[in-house]
């Protein structure tokens, strides 16, 4: 597989992202005006990875002060278990301006490869919320994970 490259994403890539994560999240999707509205605020940082061309996946981040939280991370089926998620996160993760003295982010209970790979590239699990997730007629827990940087 060729090397990962990465580009800040923009409010004109809205419809793009939102094409991925419907591709992931299915109809827990955000759709492109979503997307756009995270895309505007200045705290808001994303990512776009590909591989010779094409769109593997995204991430979106939000900072604040020292601070920071993924809204949103997905990478297309096809890709999955090929490192495109663990090199997004990374360089995600070595590219917040400012550099944040703490990440956070949170993933449904019962989503094994994602919670292995947060942990795989340093997060700490550190709580989780009952119920957060829907999913159909009943609820998932989500876990919360942080990240501290060693600035």
Known sequence: MSDVSFV???PDDAPTLAHMHAESFGVEC????????SLILSTTKGWIAS????????????TVGAESEVL???????F????????????AVGNLCPPSDAIYLEV????????????????????????YYQRGGSKVNAVLYRYISNN
């Open 8 to 10: 800040r994403a923009v």
């Open 72 to 78: 949103t991370f997905c990478v297309r089926p096809p």
């Open 30 to 37: 955000w759709n492109a005006n979503q997307m756009r509205g």
């Open 108 to 131: 449904a209970e019962d989503n094994i490869c994602a919670k292995n790979l947060y942990e795989k590239c340093g997060f700490i699990k550190n709580g989780f919320r009952p119920n």
């Open 80 to 91: 999955r278990g090929k490192g495109c998620g663990k090199s997004l996160l990374v360089y």
């Open 51 to 62: 591989i010779d061309g094409v769109h593997v996946g995204f991430i979106l981040c939000q």
